[in-house]
């Protein structure tokens, strides 16, 4: 009904699942945001889509264009590059902590996820899906084993400000970035396994600004393609 505020429980839930939609690739960096698709998809009125909208573009997430309306924001390159300078000291501290407390399971775990990547790098059927689970699952699991709910609560602030499909798309084709990026994994694995926290803060601070750096360029690359391409 116009005029009527939609119930907030609905404007969360529907925010959460754009915002899923944009983080996993789903909908696109780039991509308009039509209001009237989005309600049809939905099942809702377009009231709370835009109330949600709203709530994505406060969170960073979605921008207003003119001529265009609503659309998944582009991060510039510096946006990037700052956001994992946090980042590499978060998870570096992280991966101190982990070092202190590693158990067989989460060994287990991180070599696990890490011999994925290692496959799919010469597998003839690359599976981005794959790859990123088994990479959340790596960073994940040295997360969860800092046992600082405040560490992990900043890293995914971050993680939640840039679709993270994104990073899986800057890899792709780039089979020497990949090499390195699951190379950068070992290192962190040797350190927390001989139980040596300034090594694998040392290995995860490399290994998170490498990939800031990959995902800046990328941004940048995207930035100066012809509009519409």
């Known amino acids: 009904m116009t005029g009527v505020n939609p119930p907030v429980g609905l404007v969360d839930r529907l925010a959460g699942e754009i915002r899923e939609r944009i983080l996993t690739g789903a909908i696109p960096v780039g991509a308009q945001l039509r209001q009237a698709d989005l309600a049809a998809d939905f099942g809702v009125s377009r009231t709370p889509i835009r109330e949600a909208l709203r709530q994505l573009q406060a969170g960073g997430l979605v921008e207003v264009v003119p001529n265009r309306g609503a659309v998944v924001r582009i991060p510039t390159p510096w946006e990037v590059r700052h956001a994992y300078e ?3 000291e978060l998870e570096g501290l992280a991966a101190a902590k982990a070092a202190e407390r590693m158990g067989r399971r989460e060994l287990a775990a991180i070599r696990a996820a890490n ?3 290692r496959k799919q790098l010469t597998s003839d059927a690359d599976d981005a899906t794959a790859r990123r689970a088994a ?11 800092s046992d600082n709910p405040w560490l992990t609560a900043m890293t ?3 993680n939640q400000s840039f679709p993270r499909y994104v990073s899986s ?3 792709a084709g780039d089979d020497r970035m990949r090499e390195a990026n699951i190379d950068q994994h070992e290192e962190i694995i040797d350190a927390v396994a001989r139980r040596d926290p300034q090594a694998a803060r040392a290995a995860m601070h490399r290994h998170v600004s490498s990939s800031g750096e990959q995902l800046a360029r990328w941004y940048e690359h995207l930035a100066a393609r012809p509009r519409g391409r």
């Open 156 to 158: 995914e602030r971050i």
């Open 135 to 145: 990479n959340d699952t790596f960073h994940t699991t040295l997360l969860d084993l």
């Open 169 to 171: 798309v800057s890899l």
């Open 115 to 117: 011999e994925v990547l």
């Open 86 to 88: 946090v980042r590499a």
